[in-house]
């Protein structure tokens, strides 16, 4: 007969709060580079119309917000039914993790 070995690991289940006490450094500059990246991808998206005077005020929209690209094409008979249910599934599993982080 083999034996079976056994592993044991203890460790401190870790929350957001008690995450960020023992990292400090990792989520501010994570949290710092991302703002800066999107703040700068804003900022060059608000001047874009403004640079370019060929680029109409439509195009600069459908950019910003590009649901009014493909909203106007969904098909709703086919695909509403199924992309509810999938919004139902991602909340009912996503909700009850977020849950757990704080």
């Known amino acids: 007969m083999a034996s079976e070995a056994k592993i044991s690991i203890e460790r401190e289940v870790l929350n957001v709060q008690r995450f960020n006490e023992l990292y400090p450094d990792r989520r501010a500059t994570n949290d710092t580079k991302n703002l800066k990246a999107v703040c700068r991808q804003l900022k060059n998206c608000v001047k874009s119309p ?18 009014l690209r493909w909203l ?9 039914v199924s992309d509810i249910i999938s919004g139902i599934t991602v909340g009912v599993m996503q909700i009850p993790q977020g849950k757990l982080c704080n």
Do not use: M, T, W
């Open 50 to 67: 403004f640079k370019h005077p060929g680029v109409s005020i439509k195009a600069f929209f459908l950019r910003l917000l590009p649901i």
């Open 72 to 80: 106007p094409h969904y098909d709703i008979k086919e695909c509403l």
